[in-house]
């Protein structure tokens, strides 16, 4: 019987899976494709995401460096409010290649990690947890161990199997890539999709990727193809899924726990969630002895503590989306400029370096 048993081997999973392995637990990973397949997210991050890899795998994951951003109220061709730095606040990589490293550093710890393995089906027990699983050859098989962690994504098997509350919403999101080489340093954003957001992401010889975010019941495709289409973009390796905004009230059963886009632990304001999925990862981790099931309440205080209060502030930043374009507007020519924000942390906003460039302008943005 293994210690746990964790479902996803996207960036959370993987980490998870490293961190207790690395503890002397034994665990097994179950992905239910090949690991990093199909792209479903986008690799702009910061740069924390370089504490969780092998420094000599930055190069090989690199793709370009962003200094800031341009917001837009319209679409391409209107007004740009840019917000930047004078050095680099975050990184576009390969997101492929994130996902197949961190799983590679999980198995280097001692994890098994098995791609083409689907789970149907999770079942608490008062000691264990059994798990059925298919395997690539079709066969269904039952694995048991103490506990399980759900990594598996928006839509998780396991949260669903064990009836655990769902996240606030899922809006719907879309990607597609331009080939044409784009080492521009500042990404553009555009406020034109209904409660989110449209963006454009240079990702320097990989070219560009495009995409948007919506509630499901908006028709995001045609919005889409006019967000490309107004930028004259070829595209291809179209991708679709779910963005979870909304972290439920409980992530935790009795001897099972979710972590990630399962959890819903993603940035509201971009609906990214590596690095804040990672961080809870690495609570978990720290806080959870598959031998005690007293220990997730450990960890349902602990990932909360940790993010809980950015996630919170985040959704305040969400809001600024719905706003009326004429305080938009307004609000983008009074706080443009170079700026003392970290991307994952909307609390740096009150930082003291931010909040003296803030107040130190002497002139209006152009």
């Not at 899922?170 to 080939?179: C, E, I, N, Q």
């Not at 975010?213 to 889409?224: I, N, Q």
Request: proline share 8%.
């Amino acid at each position: 019987m293994y210690d746990f048993i964790v479902v996803g081997a996207g960036p959370p999973g993987s980490r998870f899976a490293r961190r207790a392995a690395e503890a002397d637990r034994d665990v097994v990973v179950f992905e239910k494709g090949t690991v990093g397949e199909p792209l479903a997210c986008s690799g702009h991050v910061s740069d924390d995401v370089w504490g969780y890899v092998p420094e000599e795998s930055r190069d090989r994951l690199l793709q370009n460096r962003v200094y800031g951003a341009r917001f837009h109220v319209g679409g391409p061709g209107s007004t740009a409010h840019p917000f930047y730095k004078d050095r680099p606040v975050s990184n576009v990589i390969d997101r492929v290649g994130l996902d197949r490293t961190l799983a590679d550093c999980a198995r280097e710890a001692g994890a098994e990690v098995r791609e083409g393995h689907t789970v149907l089906d999770v079942d608490e027990r008062s000691d264990r947890v059994a798990v059925e699983v298919r395997t690539p050859g079709g066969d269904v098989e039952t694995v048991e161990a103490r506990m399980v962690a759900g990594c598996d994504g928006p839509t998780s098997r396991v949260r669903r199997s064990l009836g655990l509350p769902e996240p606030d919403e899922l809006l719907h999101g879309v990607l597609a890539f331009d080939d044409a080489p784009d080492d521009g340093d500042l990404v553009d954003v555009h406020l034109t999709a209904p409660t989110f957001f449209a963006w454009r992401i240079p990702r320097g010889d990989a070219g560009v990727e495009y995409g948007l975010a919506a509630p499901p019941s908006d028709d995001v495709t045609a919005m889409f193809d006019r967000l490309t289409d107004a930028y004259g973009a070829t595209t291809d390796r179209f991708c679709s899924g779910a963005i979870p905004i909304g972290p439920p009230d409980r992530v935790t059963a009795d001897r099972a726990f979710l972590i990630g886009d399962a959890a819903a632990q993603t940035k509201p304001f971009t609906g990214g969630g590596i690095l804040y999925g990672m961080t809870a990862a690495d609570v978990a981790a720290d806080v959870v002895d598959p031998a005690d099931p007293a220990t997730l309440a450990d960890y349902e205080s602990g990932w909360r503590d940790e993010i809980g209060r950015e996630i919170l502030l985040g959704k305040g930043i969400r809001r600024c989306y719905s706003l009326p374009e004429p305080v938009q507007r307004l609000g983008l020519w009074a706080l443009s400029g170079e700026i003392g924000v970290h991307m994952d942390r909307p609390s740096s906003f009150f930082s003291p370096a931010h909040l003296r460039r803030l107040f130190s302008r002497s002139d209006p943005p152009e």
